[in-house]
């Protein structure tokens, strides 16, 4: 199982200097990587059909950032995948749908959480820590390491929540992300980016009540 509701990171280290690319170019050249080793689902598909309908939903709840342009893209392969990828780009698995067995409710708020990274900018303010584009486990018992690792289950928090904001504007029913969350750590495993399982439901629920 892959499983990444998250922007992937690592620390970063030294680095010689080098032409900055934009982070839409960034973006779509992990997706053509990505693409190329997974494949992507036809427009026409009806997995790839309902993601982008859910999705649009989604966005026009969230409301854009002026100059982020979001766009979803569905990636054919069993695996789990969920990211949001610099410049506005969103995946989704085939895998992903069909774990959460078609609930366009799960699948909103899966979406949600994703824009949240995008529309807050959490790409950003990784860059502000010090952080690049590649997953690496930190050292243990490195402080620098310790607090990006707070820094990332917060921004993790503020998407779950977000994305359920995001979700119950658009009509869906938000009540399935705290199933889905806990669902997604029993199938994924532990992940050290990402809080405990119960502190995201828990968060989700109190979301939940402000909305109501």
Known sequence: VACALTLTVALAGPMSAQPKESPLAEGRRTLTVLGQRYGTLPDEHPVAVKAREVFGRIVR???????????????ATPRIILEALRGG??????????????????????????VAHLVRDHHAFLDSLGVLGAA????????????????????????????????????????????????LAERAGPDLFHPNPKERA?????KLDEIA
């Open 136 to 183: 690496v486990t930190p050292a243990v018992g490195d402080p620098a390491s310790a607090h990006v690792v707070r820094a990332y289950r917060a921004m993790e928090l503020d998407a779950d929540r977000l994305g359920v904001l995001f979700a119950a504007l658009a009509g869906y029913r938000a009540s399935a992300a705290a199933p889905t969350v806990v669902a």
């Open 89 to 114: 780009v969103v995946l989704v698995s085939r895998g992903f749908v069909e774990f959460a067995r078609g609930d366009e409710n799960a699948l909103a708020w899966a979406l949600g959480h994703e």
């Open 202 to 206: 828990a968060a989700i629920r109190t």
């Open 61 to 75: 709840a969230a409301g854009q950032r002026p100059g982020l342009a979001l766009e979803v893209h569905v990636l």
